[in-house]
């Protein structure tokens, strides 16, 4: 199956601009990516990762540069064309509602459903198929708010591959699971990138899981942005300057970050 690029970003400056001038929390960002890729994104807390999400996502502009999505400008979409293109899965909460987890599915087709919403029996066969990929069909009945944490991120994750768009986008997935859970999700997104041949990108902090099992990873320190397979990263000393603490450090030949004793 092919690789093809979905997304790519060219000479990306990121970061807010005001009546004051220009913040730039990230500049010279260049990245490609491909179908059926799991991507990680990494960096230290306040780096900038989820600024560099929002301007991937086309929901923040850049100050610089361009963010190309499947050969045109990601801020040339309308809302529902964008909408077939790439779906998120974010990690604030749900508004309170009675949904179904099936209903929850469901709204992945709101790009394609009718003024009404209603479903064809296309797009219920869709939302059976994405519960079915995802092991979520026993929950299609339970309340959204009667599962797990767990099982609702899976849940999420789920209605955006109803959604069927070639990039899907999730900031910190990982957060508030537990280690099985954690392990389980991740896994879960590897399978779906390469089975559906589409691209995942995800940012974590858990550092030592996104080394096992994603295809490429993203490194943001102060100084720049880096993407490459985790092999190299590992290599070539990119992960030593993640962290501006000398209480810890990436040991290569345990492939994972240690804490110095004292």
Known sequence: MENKIILSAK???????????????????????????????????????????RTLTGIQKPISGEVILNQKNINSYSPKEL?????????E???????????????GRQPY????????????????DALSMTQSSDLATKKHFEISDGQLQKALI??????????????????HLDLLHKVSLLKLLKKL????????????HDLDLALQLSDQIIVMNSEKTV??????LIKNGTLDSLFKDEAIYFDKEKAKFILKND
């Open 11 to 53: 000479n990306l400056s990121t970061g807010y601009s005001s009546k004051r001038g220009k913040n730039i929390i990230g500049s010279e960002i260049n990245l490609e990516f491909k179908s059926g890729n799991l991507v990680a994104l990494i960096g230290a807390n306040g780096i900038g990762k989820s600024t560099l999400l």
């Open 83 to 91: 909408a077939q293109e790439l779906s998120m899965v974010l990690t």
């Open 93 to 107: 909460n749900l508004p309170p509602s009675n949904l179904t987890v099936f209903e929850l599915v469901a709204l």
């Open 113 to 128: 459903t009718n003024w009404i919403g209603k479903l064809t029996s296309e797009d219920i066969s869709i939302i059976n």
């Open 158 to 175: 789920t209605r955006a591959l109803a959604q069927d768009t070639p990039l899907i986008v999730l900031d910190e997935p990982t957060t």
């Open 193 to 204: 990138a390469s089975e559906t041949n589409k691209c995942v990108l995800f940012s974590t």
């Open 227 to 232: 993407m490459d397979f985790p092999e190299n």
